[in-house]
């Protein structure tokens, strides 16, 4: 029927049976014509329908869309022109054939079509389609037949269709043009990121990424030059698809473990009847351990939603993997043409009668299907990488926004560095799963074709070969379990290791304070042994497994060619037959070897997926007991209120009722531990509720006791997201009393503070959390003893300017916990907590009439303070403070300025004549005017120092050479030697054995297969299978050795970062966030544990590979080198752009990661904050933002990879292409076997020092300071301006002085944890500087401000070097006042304390820190504000044994309550860092000095209106 169309021949085969080839032009102008047009008509609606939908607003005209469309209509034009021909044709008697009109007319549809197609691009962001791109390679392709086959006729003197000849080529020079336009990219406005906009080709071969590479070739990359993320990827709107999936997903999984546990508990009723009768005598202890025993077994495995993450993420992301699939499906399918090509290459080089034409055909094939093959690869790694960067982003988001809402109870479960962990982790673990994922189905996929093309080849002999790996798969097998087992073990490993150094970071001051640097270093070096020696066992395992990957492939191809030649002695093994059969072996080496891996992987993630459904699944804190009402006469309600922290536990809260009205002060009191936070933590919704509920009107603001900062400067932390009111700010910043503070802190309110306020005194933190507070404008205030860390005059002042009756927040609800007694006549109502319940509450008055146990509470203390707290009820106590000063009765604002201007200068007395009002209120208004002024300097330059905490620092540039040799020398370099040369030999033999069985399959041709002789036959199995028997041998050896190497480097890296670390001074610790320290010993660890050694294995091998492959191709075709030399310079120039740019965007992937991980510590710290002020939306967007950018680097990279590996295949396609041309160019001098062979391979001062002080110093405890200076850190001012004092042997010295005058510091220079700026310390005639570390922490005591513990038992804490008997021990807890607490608890000594203490009150770890103290007996006792967060009573306990127990030690004693210094021998008086006054108390108050005047405030007259 076809040829009447064209009348002429359709198809007749010897038209190929020539030297000359050719296709019939029939065929020519019918099929090859039509492909591409049904192609462009099939799918033409479709896509218009996919722009229509997907429309965004017009873009404007450019020159390259103005080009294609005219290129077009030129296309339209011939195509009418050649209709007009054949139409003016046909009015002659020749008859013209149907095939000359049908065209054009279908031309002419088609360009009408594609011009409208073009259009309609205008409102895409993409303007080049892949299927237009596809429609012209597809015309350029097939017209290239019709090309040659007109151009043919002509030369050969046949012009009688001259003018449709023309137009042909006119057409088809069109049509190359406007691919070559398609090619290019057309820029839009909307978006700057290329890949949006790239072209269909620029897309496929990653071209649009080049700008990039040059850029970062030439200069490192920064931030700013990495292109932002596509809206479809970011981490908003992944997580919102997830949480819909998860939404439905869990629900299933909840009712799965709901159903599970109902069939268990059926199972077990029947059980527990039984038992009970014969244990009825057991006594109630056991039964009680029993219990707790079985609660920890069950909690741990069994009830949590199980198998619902994986199906969530199939479910959010089956569109990515369905397109990744499909790629890999035709890459597959592809990869098996490759042999079959082979086998046509080698039996054309073998056949001298095959024509020229068919070698060149098979040489292009060989090429086009091998650039296809890898541009289908590399672009389905990008889906999947993509998909696993998604995931890991999704996951990232998911945990964090969990760690905003979980309950208590399960919150208990994990540690911050275990939450950590999570998202570094096993989001990576999920991440690397994701790019295996389709090696499932694809390894059975190549394992059944393999064997199926091998078969055709070898017939049946192939199963002997196929047994053999199949006899691998449960060996390998075996050992991925076993592998999968360390792994876990060693994840556990990890958990511990990282909870340990967060808890060495967070209490590092104590550390240095006690010298017990070491034990904890042999804790985590302890842990850190378990897990090397695991990761060596794993390395192992996985050498073996190396072992028979590689050894498989030799000993299948033995074995099958063995049984191929005995089965029959007709076969004979030829060049075709081995060549062939050994590119399909290599094809099934790769999925075989495969299989564990995947497995392994999919087993890793499968235990991170399970940590991971625990902990998202987990319950959410149930709020539902706290109401919030808006319209409700009280502001909080209690009614019959019962909360605990732990459902095990009996309630901490118990049966509560109170009501609190509107605008009241109601002040909350009761001993340590009675539960006064507790309470305010059952309001802030954190406890669990057992009956009853609380309702509140209105929004809450919160002050923790332990005050949570945040690391960014002063003023965000104040303003806490909210906008900035700088009328507002500047009165919050006076009433709580922090103008001082910033007139000494550097770049003032811009200061930034460290992680967790590490550069701050606890006042300053205290008042700051306070700030915060004050600034937000809420209708209820928790504050949870806000004045413990404060001195009494800031005190005063904050509670008159700030919570009292005339202070900022007059009006608003304030529910106050405190132990400040002498504020309590101005508060509205007084709750008198005790046990979990209330025992009093009422009025100041009322309760004092009511003489119970309020009464008796104010007695005792009234007693021990003497005057301070002078228990008057005279509400206008304001007249009183000043009564020191008989001519002030202004109004309040000027006893605020006064207060202020007493606080900023003790030294300069305040006389009493200059005290005019009207010059008050001017220097109040100056000084913040001036204030005012100085913030907008400032704000234009940075102050020194004020910027603290350090940009983590991006390398640029080439890795140095020394940062390789020092991880090659930690691998030690015998090692390597030993790893290089075993390598070495195995690509000798690899060589070898290909040379071998290139000979071999000569002798197909000498002995023509009739009179193989046996003992040749022998020789060649034996020897080829003894070259790769010594291949693997050598593999392994070099493996084993390369295991040992990393992991003796891991381990010396570990060691040598962990001592740097625990041997930084203080100041390392200001300037770097915990998190960034915490990367280095999770992430950067990690990567030298399991990264690099691969890497550096697989880099030998690769490069080992590539050199013989080189070298036995040039020993076949010495012309190859021709070649070589330019694609091999080539390859290095591709090479270096890339490395450039890798290395930075990896270097930028690291240092954007920390600061997720900073900001997530930071905000499970900070939880009840975050919550209290309901800004977890805030937070939430903070954490996406660092996710995204930290993907935008990842992203980046992985596209550079992708751009690197289609660059280099495409060198390596071409290596092969210009092999197989050099094959059929030099057919003569080659042989089919030479053919095969060349194609198939185609810082810190040290802890002890030489001088050592002398034994049993220091005897007697004197202290000298000789002009002593020190500061922070060396761009800052002094912070101690040369003190000089003498402190005789058993003296009790007291240092008072306003917040920030440097008290602190000085024991910070006691204890040399800053060093000197200038002058010495002398303790009993040593300078503190000449000796060790170590030697001076452990002889002096400290009892720090912060009361710090670590998790572990209550033992650890007290003795970690287990230097004291028990006895001594539980001495020490009776002296603190903790022995019936210690003893009242399940475990004792052994009790669990959790991460920093959590599981008991601040009042109790001071005490314990008291206890330390007191076991550490030594001369000289340092209590630095030690009894801030205890109430009076137990204050004065603590006093008592301080002065019984240490009478004989040298005390210095730094407080905020004047009384408790009192009774010192001294009195050291420091102001901006001088001593001012210095001298027995008596002496100090008959001076009017700056301490009478203080003593005076605090309503001290003489010492014994203060003694106790």
Same mark, same amino acid.
């Given at each position: 029927?076809?040829?009447?169309?064209?009348?002429s021949?359709?198809?007749?085969?010897?038209?190929?049976?020539?030297?000359?080839?050719?296709?019939?032009l029939?065929?020519?102008?019918?099929?090859?014509?039509?492909?591409?047009?049904?192609?462009?008509?099939?799918?033409?609606?479709?896509?218009?329908?996919?722009?229509?939908?997907?429309?965004?607003?017009?873009?404007?005209?450019?020159? *390259?869309?103005?080009?294609?469309?005219? /290129?077009?209509? $030129?296309? #339209? @034009? =011939?195509? %009418?022109?050649?209709?007009?021909?054949?139409?003016?044709?046909?009015?002659?008697?020749?008859?013209?054939?149907?095939?000359r009109?049908?065209?054009?007319?279908?031309?002419?549809?088609?360009?009408?079509?594609?011009?409208?197609?073009?259009?309609?691009?205008l409102?895409?962001?993409?303007?080049?389609?892949?299927?237009?791109?596809?429609?012209?390679?597809?015309?350029?392709?097939?017209?290239?037949?019709?090309?040659?086959?007109?151009?043919r006729?002509?030369?050969?003197?046949?012009?009688?269709?001259?003018?449709?000849?023309? *137009?042909?080529?006119?057409?088809?020079? /069109?049509?190359? $043009?406007? #691919? @070559? =336009?398609? %090619?290019?990219s057309?820029?839009?406005?909307?978006?700057?990121?290329?890949?949006?906009?790239a072209?269909?080709?620029?897309?496929?071969?990653?071209s649009?990424?080049?700008?990039?590479?040059?850029?970062?070739?030439?200069?490192?990359?920064?931030?700013?030059?990495?292109?932002?993320?596509?809206?479809?990827?970011?981490?908003?709107?992944?997580?919102?698809?997830?949480?819909?999936?998860m939404?439905?997903?869990?629900?299933?999984?909840?009712?799965?473990?709901?159903?599970?546990?109902?069939?268990?508990?059926?199972?077990?009723?029947?059980?527990?009847?039984?038992?009970?009768?014969?244990?009825?005598?057991?006594?109630?202890?056991?039964?009680?351990?029993?219990?707790?025993k079985?609660?920890?077994?069950s909690?741990t495995?069994?009830?949590?939603?199980?198998?619902?993450?994986?199906?969530?993420?199939?479910?959010?992301?089956?569109?990515?993997?369905?397109?990744s699939?499909?790629?890999?499906?035709?890459?597959d399918?592809l990869?098996?043409?490759?042999?079959?090509?082979?086998?046509?290459?080698?039996?054309?080089?073998?056949?001298?009668?095959?024509?020229?034409?068919?070698?060149?055909?098979?040489?292009?094939?060989?090429f086009?299907?091998?650039?296809?093959?890898?541009?289908?690869?590399?672009?389905?790694?990008?889906?999947?990488?993509?998909?696993?960067?998604?995931?890991?982003?999704?996951?990232?988001?998911?945990?964090?926004?969990?760690?905003?809402t979980?309950?208590?109870?399960?919150?208990?479960?994990?540690?911050?560095?275990?939450?950590?962990?999570?998202?570094?982790?096993?989001?990576?673990?999920?991440?690397?799963?994701?790019?295996?994922?389709?090696?499932?189905?694809?390894?059975?996929?190549?394992?059944?074709?393999?064997?199926?093309?091998?078969?055709?080849e070898?017939?049946?002999?192939?199963?002997?070969?196929?047994?053999?790996?199949?006899?691998?798969?449960?060996?390998?097998?075996?050992l991925?379990?076993k592998?999968?087992?360390?792994?876990?073990?060693?994840?556990?490993?990890?958990?511990?290791?990282?909870?340990?150094?967060?808890?060495?970071?967070?209490g590092?001051?104590?550390?240095k304070?006690?010298?017990?640097?070491?034990?904890?270093?042999?804790q985590?070096?302890?842990?850190?042994?378990?897990?090397?020696?695991?990761?060596?066992?794993?390395?192992?395992?996985?050498?073996?497994?190396?072992?028979?990957?590689?050894?498989?492939?030799?000993?299948?191809?033995?074995?099958?060619?063995?049984?191929?030649?005995?089965?029959?002695?007709?076969?004979?093994?030829?060049?075709e037959?081995?060549?062939?059969?050994?590119?399909?072996?290599?094809?099934?080496?790769?999925p075989l070897?495969?299989?564990p891996?995947?497995?392994?992987?999919?087993?890793?993630?499968?235990?991170?997926?399970?940590?991971?459904?625990?902990?998202?699944?987990?319950?959410?804190?149930?709020?539902?007991?706290?109401?919030?009402?808006?319209?409700?006469?009280?502001?909080?309600?209690?009614?019959?209120?019962?909360?605990?922290?732990?459902?095990?536990?009996?309630?901490?809260?118990?049966?509560?009722?109170?009501?609190?009205?509107?605008?009241?002060?109601?002040?909350?009191?009761?001993?340590?531990?009675?539960?006064?936070?507790?309470?305010?933590?059952?309001?802030l919704?954190?406890?669990?509720?057992?009956?009853?509920?609380?309702?509140?009107k209105?929004?809450?603001?919160?002050?923790?006791?332990?005050?949570?900062?945040q690391?960014?400067?002063?003023?965000?932390?104040?303003?806490?997201?909210?906008?900035l009111?700088?009328?507002?700010?500047q009165?919050?910043?006076?009433?709580?009393?922090?103008?001082?503070?910033?007139?000494?802190l550097?770049?003032?309110?811009?200061?930034?503070?460290?992680?967790?306020g590490i550069?701050?005194?606890?006042?300053?933190?205290?008042?700051?959390?306070?700030?915060?507070?004050?600034?937000?404008?809420?209708?209820?205030?928790?504050?949870?003893?806000?004045?413990?860390?404060?001195?009494?005059?800031?005190?005063?002042?904050?509670?008159?300017?700030?919570?009292?009756?005339?202070?900022?927040?007059?009006?608003?609800?304030?529910?106050?916990?405190?132990?400040?007694?002498?504020?309590?006549?101005?508060?509205?109502?007084?709750?008198?907590?005790?046990?979990?319940?209330?025992?009093?509450?009422g009025?100041?008055?009322?309760?004092?009439?009511?003489?119970?146990?309020?009464?008796?509470?104010?007695?005792?203390?009234?007693?021990?303070?003497?005057?301070?707290g002078?228990?008057?009820?005279?509400?206008?106590?304001?007249?009183?403070?000043?009564?020191?000063?008989?001519?002030?009765e202004?109004?309040p604002e000027?006893?605020?300025?006064?207060?202020?201007?007493r606080?900023?200068?003790?030294h300069?007395?305040?006389?009493?004549?200059?005290r005019?009002?009207?010059?008050?209120?001017?220097?109040?208004?100056?000084?913040?005017?001036?204030?005012?002024?100085?913030?907008?300097?400032?704000?234009?330059?940075?102050?020194?120092?004020?910027?603290?905490?350090?940009?983590?620092?991006?390398?640029?540039?080439?890795?140095?050479?020394?940062?390789?040799?020092?991880?090659?020398?930690?691998?030690?370099?015998?090692?390597?030697?030993?790893?290089?040369?075993?390598?070495?030999?195995?690509?000798?033999?690899?060589?070898?054995?290909?040379?071998?069985?290139?000979?071999?399959?000569?002798?197909?041709?000498?002995?023509?297969?009739?009179?193989?002789?046996?003992?040749?036959?022998?020789?060649?199995?034996?020897?080829?299978?003894a070259l790769?028997?010594v291949?693997?041998?050598?593999?392994?050896?070099?493996?084993?050795?390369?295991?040992?190497?990393?992991?003796?480097?891991?381990?010396?890296?570990?060691?040598?970062?962990?001592?740097?670390?625990?041997?930084?001074?203080?100041?390392?610790?200001?300037?770097?966030?915990?998190?960034?320290?915490?990367?280095?010993?999770?992430?950067?660890?990690?990567?030298?544990?399991?990264?690099?050694?691969?890497s550096?294995?697989?880099?030998?091998?690769c490069?080992l590979?590539?050199?013989?492959?080189l070298?036995?191709?040039?020993?076949?075709?010495?012309?190859?080198?021709?070649?070589i030399?330019?694609?091999?310079?080539?390859?290095?120039?591709?090479?270096m752009?890339?490395?450039?740019?890798?290395?930075?965007?990896?270097?930028?992937?690291?240092v954007?990661r920390?600061?997720?991980?900073?900001?997530?510590?930071?905000?499970?710290?900070?939880?009840?904050?975050?919550?209290?002020?309901?800004?977890?939306?805030?937070?939430?967007?903070?954490?996406?933002?660092?996710?995204?950018?930290?993907?935008?680097?990842?992203?980046?990279?992985?596209?550079?990879?992708?751009w690197?590996?289609?660059?280099?295949?495409?060198?390596?396609?071409?290596?092969?292409?210009?092999?197989?041309?050099?094959?059929?160019?030099y057919?003569?001098?080659?042989?089919?076997?030479?053919?095969?062979?060349?194609?198939s391979?185609?810082?810190?001062?040290?802890?002890?020092?030489?001088?050592?002080?002398?034994?049993?110093?220091?005897?007697?405890?004197?202290?000298?300071?000789?002009?002593?200076?020190?500061?922070?850190?060396?761009?800052?001012?002094?912070?101690?301006?040369?003190?000089?004092?003498?402190?005789?042997?058993?003296?009790?010295?007291?240092?008072?002085?306003?917040?920030?005058?440097?008290?602190?510091?000085?024991?910070?220079?006691?204890?040399?944890?800053?060093?000197a700026?200038?002058?010495q310390?002398?303790?009993?005639?040593?300078?503190?500087?000449?000796?060790?570390l170590?030697?001076?922490?452990?002889?002096l005591?400290?009892?720090?401000?912060?009361?710090?513990?670590?998790?572990?038992?209550?033992?650890?804490?007290?003795d970690?070097?287990?230097?004291?008997?028990?006895?001594?021990?539980?001495?020490?807890l009776?002296?603190?006042?903790?022995?019936?607490f210690?003893?009242?608890?399940?475990?004792?000594?052994?009790?669990?304390?959790?991460e920093?203490?959590?599981?008991?009150?601040?009042?109790?770890?001071?005490?314990?820190?008291?206890?330390?103290?007191?076991?550490?007996?030594?001369?000289?006792?340092?209590?630095?504000e030690?009894?801030a967060?205890?109430?009076?009573?137990t204050?004065?306990?603590?006093?008592?044994?301080?002065?019984?127990?240490?009478?004989?030690?040298?005390?210095?004693?730094?407080?905020?309550?004047?009384?408790?210094?009192?009774?010192?021998?001294?009195?050291?008086?420091?102001?901006n860092?001088?001593?001012v006054?210095?001298?027995?108390?008596?002496e100090?108050l008959?001076n009017?000095?700056?301490?009478?005047?203080?003593?005076?405030e605090?309503?001290?007259?003489n010492?014994?209106?203060?003694s106790?």
């Amino acid at each position: 029927m076809l040829e009447k169309f064209c009348n002429s021949t359709f198809w007749n085969s010897s038209f190929l049976d020539s030297p000359e080839a050719d296709l019939p032009l029939c065929f020519e102008q019918t099929v090859l014509v039509w492909i591409p047009l049904g192609f462009l008509w099939l799918l033409a609606p479709w896509q218009l329908l996919h722009v229509y939908r997907t429309k965004i607003n017009r873009s404007s005209i450019t020159k *390259l869309y103005l080009a294609k469309q005219v /290129l077009v209509g $030129l296309l #339209l @034009i =011939l195509a %009418a022109i050649e209709l007009a021909l054949v139409l003016t044709e046909d009015s002659g008697q020749a008859t013209v054939p149907a095939i000359r009109y049908t065209n054009p007319s279908l031309y002419l549809g088609t360009w009408l079509l594609v011009l409208l197609f073009q259009h309609s691009r205008l409102w895409c962001v993409q303007k080049d389609s892949w299927f237009l791109s596809l429609f012209w390679i597809l015309s350029v392709l097939c017209g290239v037949f019709q090309f040659q086959t007109l151009i043919r006729t002509l030369l050969k003197g046949n012009n009688s269709n001259l003018a449709y000849s023309c *137009l042909f080529f006119i057409c088809y020079a /069109l049509n190359v $043009l406007i #691919l @070559i =336009l398609s %090619a290019f990219s057309e820029k839009d406005d909307s978006s700057n990121n290329p890949s949006f906009t790239a072209s269909f080709l620029s897309s496929i071969t990653f071209s649009w990424y080049d700008s990039i590479v040059l850029k970062g070739y030439k200069q490192p990359l920064t931030l700013e030059d990495v292109w932002d993320l596509d809206e479809k990827i970011k981490t908003k709107t992944l997580v919102s698809k997830f949480e819909k999936c998860m939404a439905r997903e869990l629900q299933k999984a909840r009712k799965a473990v709901q159903r599970r546990q109902r069939g268990r508990a059926q199972g077990n009723s029947g059980d527990r009847l039984h038992g009970l009768n014969k244990n009825q005598s057991q006594s109630q202890d056991i039964l009680v351990l029993e219990d707790v025993k079985k609660k920890e077994k069950s909690g741990t495995t069994e009830n949590f939603p199980k198998a619902w993450l994986v199906k969530t993420l199939f479910k959010t992301f089956y569109i990515i993997l369905l397109k990744s699939f499909l790629l890999k499906l035709m890459h597959d399918l592809l990869m098996f043409l490759n042999p079959q090509l082979l086998k046509l290459l080698i039996s054309f080089a073998n056949n001298r009668d095959a024509y020229v034409w068919a070698g060149y055909l098979y040489s292009v094939l060989f090429f086009v299907v091998a650039l296809i093959q890898s541009l289908c690869l590399q672009n389905y790694f990008q889906l999947c990488f993509m998909l696993g960067t998604s995931v890991r982003a999704t996951i990232m988001a998911s945990v964090y926004k969990k760690a905003l809402t979980l309950s208590n109870q399960s919150r208990k479960q994990y540690t911050i560095g275990e939450t950590v962990n999570l998202m570094s982790v096993d989001a990576q673990k999920l991440m690397d799963v994701t790019s295996f994922i389709h090696l499932l189905w694809s390894n059975i996929l190549q394992i059944t074709l393999s064997i199926s093309f091998l078969w055709a080849e070898l017939g049946p002999s192939v199963l002997a070969g196929v047994g053999v790996m199949v006899l691998l798969i449960p060996v390998n097998g075996i050992l991925a379990t076993k592998s999968r087992a360390v792994q876990v073990k060693n994840m556990k490993n990890k958990d511990k290791r990282l909870k340990i150094m967060n808890e060495i970071l967070s209490g590092i001051k104590i550390l240095k304070y006690f010298a017990w640097e070491p034990s904890f270093k042999k804790q985590v070096c302890e842990l850190r042994k378990k897990e090397l020696k695991n990761l060596l066992t794993f390395s192992q395992m996985q050498t073996i497994m190396t072992f028979l990957l590689h050894l498989s492939p030799v000993l299948v191809s033995v074995i099958t060619f063995s049984v191929y030649i005995l089965v029959n002695s007709n076969n004979v093994l030829d060049a075709e037959k081995a060549f062939t059969s050994i590119a399909l072996f290599n094809i099934l080496r790769f999925p075989l070897g495969m299989f564990p891996m995947v497995i392994i992987s999919m087993l890793q993630a499968s235990v991170s997926t399970e940590r991971l459904e625990k902990y998202l699944g987990g319950d959410d804190l149930d709020t539902s007991a706290i109401r919030h009402e808006y319209n409700f006469d009280k502001a909080v309600q209690f009614s019959e209120a019962s909360f605990t922290w732990d459902r095990d536990l009996e309630a901490t809260i118990r049966d509560v009722n109170l009501d609190i009205m509107p605008g009241q002060l109601v002040a909350v009191v009761g001993t340590v531990g009675s539960g006064k936070s507790s309470l305010m933590s059952a309001m802030l919704g954190e406890m669990e509720n057992v009956h009853g509920h609380i309702t509140i009107k209105g929004t809450i603001a919160y002050v923790p006791q332990q005050s949570w900062i945040q690391n960014g400067t002063l003023k965000d932390n104040i303003l806490f997201g909210s906008e900035l009111d700088e009328k507002k700010y500047q009165q919050v910043l006076e009433a709580c009393a922090l103008l001082p503070d910033l007139e000494v802190l550097p770049g003032g309110d811009l200061a930034e503070i460290g992680e967790k306020g590490i550069n701050l005194s606890g006042g300053q933190k205290q008042r700051i959390s306070l700030a915060r507070a004050t600034y937000q404008n809420s209708d209820i205030y928790v504050l949870d003893d806000p004045l413990s860390a404060v001195d009494a005059h800031v005190g005063k002042h904050i509670f008159n300017k700030v919570l009292g009756p005339n202070g900022l927040l007059k009006g608003k609800t304030r529910l106050l916990i405190t132990h400040s007694i002498h504020f309590l006549p101005q508060v509205d109502e007084i709750v008198v907590l005790g046990n979990g319940t209330i025992l009093e509450k009422g009025s100041y008055s009322a309760l004092l009439a009511k003489k119970g146990l309020f009464a008796k509470i104010l007695k005792t203390s009234t007693k021990q303070m003497g005057l301070e707290g002078e228990a008057t009820v005279n509400e206008d106590s304001e007249e009183d403070d000043c009564g020191l000063m008989p001519s002030v009765e202004e109004i309040p604002e000027e006893v605020a300025s006064l207060t202020m201007r007493r606080e900023n200068s003790l030294h300069r007395t305040l006389s009493h004549s200059s005290r005019s009002s009207s010059r008050h209120r001017k220097s109040l208004k100056n000084s913040l005017k001036t204030r005012n002024v100085n913030t907008l300097k400032e704000e234009e330059e940075l102050v020194k120092g004020q910027k603290l905490i350090k940009k983590e620092f991006i390398q640029t540039g080439k890795v140095n050479l020394s940062v390789y040799l020092k991880y090659l020398r930690a691998m030690g370099l015998c090692l390597i030697f030993f790893i290089i040369i075993a390598y070495v030999i195995n690509a000798v033999a690899y060589i070898g054995s290909n040379l071998w069985l290139s000979a071999w399959t000569n002798d197909s041709k000498t002995y023509n297969g009739t009179n193989y002789p046996a003992s040749q036959r022998d020789l060649r199995v034996g020897v080829y299978g003894a070259l790769g028997l010594v291949q693997g041998v050598f593999v392994l050896l070099g493996n084993l050795c390369s295991a040992h190497a990393s992991t003796h480097a891991s381990n010396i890296l570990h060691k040598q970062l962990l001592t740097n670390i625990l041997r930084a001074p203080m100041s390392f610790f200001d300037t770097t966030p915990t998190g960034r320290i915490v990367n280095r010993f999770a992430g950067d660890i990690s990567t030298v544990d399991d990264t690099l050694p691969l890497s550096l294995r697989s880099w030998i091998l690769c490069f080992l590979a590539i050199i013989s492959t080189l070298v036995m191709i040039c020993m076949a075709t010495p012309i190859f080198i021709t070649i070589i030399i330019p694609l091999g310079i080539i390859y290095t120039f591709v090479q270096m752009l890339y490395v450039a740019t890798s290395r930075q965007l990896k270097r930028l992937d690291s240092v954007t990661r920390s600061p997720i991980y900073s900001h997530f510590s930071e905000t499970v710290s900070g939880l009840s904050v975050i919550r209290a002020f309901e800004h977890q939306q805030r937070f939430l967007k903070h954490n996406e933002v660092g996710i995204d950018t930290n993907q935008k680097c990842v992203f980046s990279w992985i596209v550079s990879n992708r751009w690197l590996a289609v660059r280099l295949e495409l060198i390596g396609n071409l290596t092969v292409f210009f092999a197989s041309m050099m094959m059929v160019i030099y057919r003569d001098t080659l042989s089919g076997d030479t053919v095969g062979f060349v194609l198939s391979n185609a810082l810190n001062a040290p802890w002890v020092t030489d001088k050592r002080p002398p034994p049993g110093w220091p005897s007697k405890g004197e202290i000298q300071f000789n002009n002593y200076q020190l500061r922070y850190r060396p761009e800052l001012d002094l912070i101690l301006k040369g003190i000089t004092c003498d402190i005789k042997s058993m003296e009790k010295v007291g240092v008072v002085g306003r917040t920030g005058a440097g008290k602190s510091s000085l024991t910070n220079a006691l204890f040399r944890i800053l060093e000197a700026a200038g002058g010495q310390i002398i303790i009993d005639g040593v300078d503190i500087a000449s000796i060790g570390l170590h030697d001076l922490r452990e002889k002096l005591t400290i009892i720090p401000q912060d009361p710090i513990l670590f998790s572990g038992s209550l033992r650890m804490n007290l003795d970690p070097f287990n230097n004291h008997s028990d006895e001594e021990i539980w001495k020490a807890l009776e002296l603190a006042h903790l022995k019936s607490f210690v003893a009242g608890l399940q475990l004792g000594l052994s009790h669990k304390v959790t991460e920093a203490g959590d599981n008991l009150s601040i009042g109790q770890r001071q005490l314990l820190c008291l206890a330390r103290a007191l076991l550490q007996k030594s001369k000289i006792l340092i209590m630095d504000e030690a009894t801030a967060a205890v109430d009076i009573e137990t204050d004065h306990l603590i006093q008592t044994t301080i002065q019984k127990e240490f009478s004989h030690c040298t005390t210095i004693t730094i407080a905020h309550r004047l009384h408790t210094i009192m009774d010192s021998d001294k009195i050291m008086v420091l102001d901006n860092g001088k001593i001012v006054e210095y001298g027995t108390p008596n002496e100090l108050l008959k001076n009017s000095g700056p301490f009478c005047l203080m003593a005076k405030e605090a309503g001290i007259e003489n010492v014994n209106s203060a003694s106790l």
